[in-house]
């Protein structure tokens, strides 16, 4: 299940074509639950993309520097050695 929450977004659809409306002060965050797949693998020559899915067909892809993907093996590691949820 995919969720995205979008923040003061106003769009203008005119002929088939989308166009912003109003401020450029819009945010967005997404969610994605009951993944299915879940991948690492090189993103161009600096980064490390994440990639996401679930069995309905959603995706989210997160591109990473070395040192935030670290940080997130970090994170695991941690949760694996304290947390119930690795039981």
């Known amino acids: 299940m995919l969720t995205?929450?979008?923040s003061e977004?106003?769009?203008e659809l005119k002929d088939g074509?989308?166009?912003?409306?109003?401020?450029?002060?819009?945010r967005a965050s997404a969610k994605l639950f009951d993944v299915e797949?879940?991948?690492a693998r090189a993103f161009g020559d600096k980064r490390v993309k994440l990639v996401f899915g679930d069995d309905e067909g959603n995706e989210v892809q997160v591109a990473l520097f070395p040192e935030?993907?670290?940080e997130i093996r970090e994170g695991i590691e941690a949760l694996?050695?304290?947390s119930p949820v690795f039981e």
């Open 17 to 26: 074509s989308i166009k912003n409306v109003g401020p450029t002060n819009k």
């Open 68 to 70: 935030e993907a670290r």
């Open 4 to 6: 995205l929450d979008l």
């Open 37 to 39: 797949e879940a991948e």
């Open 9 to 11: 977004f106003t769009i």
């Open 80 to 82: 694996e050695a304290d």
